[in-house]
């Protein structure tokens, strides 16, 4: 299953002022690919007019060249792997043409990479907690050799990849089925959206800030991790 494309309506690429990284990868001559070093590099002061600039100014000032959040499996019945298969398959086409959408395609494909952790026996149906865990494990056994140069660094400095996870359970495979049947039926009235769990490792499975809020899964804090 991959995403319907924007309506023909929709602006394409960049209107108005057009980002300055932008600008030099349409610069370069025809079947010359851009990297992290041709084009400007990123500072703080740019971060509100560049795309994707947190992720290309970390790469840009160190030596971790990998992005993406590892995902985590929960769900492991019969029925759930044909959604499970949509599901991954929605999510690599997105990232895919949000990039493309935005010309950046040939500087951060390549540096993209998908670890997705699969356990029966430890993940079926496992808490957020656990895979909080899980993650956290898979963190600390860092390593050049696993997660390439400059791994170290990019621990230190919380990069997403190392502070976030992807949990995936029955809920979040059930919104990729709908979005089916919402495309297939012509996709009338306002879009569906697929989803996922996001897991801060560094928050508590009681989360954080004040409390008061409405209940998510037992957590009335403000910030539920």
Same mark, same amino acid.
């Given at each position: 299953?991959?995403?319907?494309?924007?309506?023909?309506?929709?602006?394409?690429?960049?209107?108005?002022?057009?980002?300055?990284?932008?600008?030099?990868?349409?610069? @370069?001559?025809?079947?010359?690919? !851009?990297? /992290? +070093?041709?084009?400007?590099?990123?500072?703080?002061?740019? $971060? *509100?007019?560049?795309?994707?600039?947190?992720?290309?100014?970390?790469?840009?000032?160190?030596?971790?060249?990998?992005?993406?959040?590892?995902?985590?499996?929960?769900?492991?019945?019969?029925?759930?792997?044909?959604?499970?298969?949509s599901y991954i398959e929605f999510l690599k086409a997105s990232?895919?043409?949000?990039?493309?959408?935005?010309? @950046?395609?040939?500087?951060?494909? !390549?540096? /993209? +990479?998908?670890?997705?952790?699969?356990?029966?026996?430890? $993940? *079926?149906?496992?808490?957020?907690?656990?895979?909080?865990?899980?993650?956290?494990?898979?963190?600390?056994?860092?390593?050049?050799?696993?997660?390439?140069?400059?791994?170290?660094?990019?621990?230190?400095?919380?990069?997403?990849?190392?502070?976030?996870?992807?949990?995936?359970?029955?809920?979040?495979?059930?919104?990729?089925?709908?979005?089916?049947?919402?495309?297939?039926?012509?996709?009338?009235?306002?879009?569906?959206?697929?989803?996922?769990?996001?897991? *801060?490792?560094?928050?508590?499975?009681?989360?954080?800030?004040?409390?008061?809020?409405?209940?998510?899964?037992?957590?009335?804090?403000?910030?539920?991790?």
């Amino acid at each position: 299953m991959r995403p319907l494309p924007e309506p023909e309506w929709m602006p394409k690429n960049y209107y108005g002022k057009i980002p300055s990284i932008i600008t030099s990868i349409r610069q @370069l001559p025809e079947g010359v690919s !851009p990297t /992290l +070093e041709s084009i400007p590099e990123i500072n703080n002061t740019m $971060l *509100d007019r560049e795309p994707y600039p947190g992720l290309i100014r970390d790469m840009q000032w160190t030596d971790f060249k990998r992005w993406g959040f590892v995902i985590f499996r929960t769900v492991y019945t019969e029925e759930s792997q044909s959604q499970w298969e949509s599901y991954i398959e929605f999510l690599k086409a997105s990232v895919e043409m949000d990039l493309e959408s935005l010309e @950046l395609s040939t500087l951060l494909m !390549p540096h /993209l +990479e998908w670890t997705i952790i699969e356990d029966r026996d430890t $993940l *079926d149906n496992a808490s957020k907690q656990h895979v909080r865990e899980r993650f956290s494990e898979w963190a600390s056994q860092r390593s050049v050799e696993r997660d390439g140069p400059g791994v170290e660094e990019a621990f230190q400095r919380d990069f997403p990849r190392f502070r976030y996870c992807v949990y995936v359970d029955q809920k979040c495979l059930d919104t990729v089925t709908q979005y089916e049947a919402w495309a297939e039926a012509g996709a009338p009235g306002c879009s569906k959206q697929v989803v996922c769990a996001l897991i *801060d490792k560094r928050c508590g499975s009681k989360g954080q800030g004040k409390g008061r809020f409405r209940r998510i899964e037992g957590c009335s804090r403000e910030y539920t991790g």
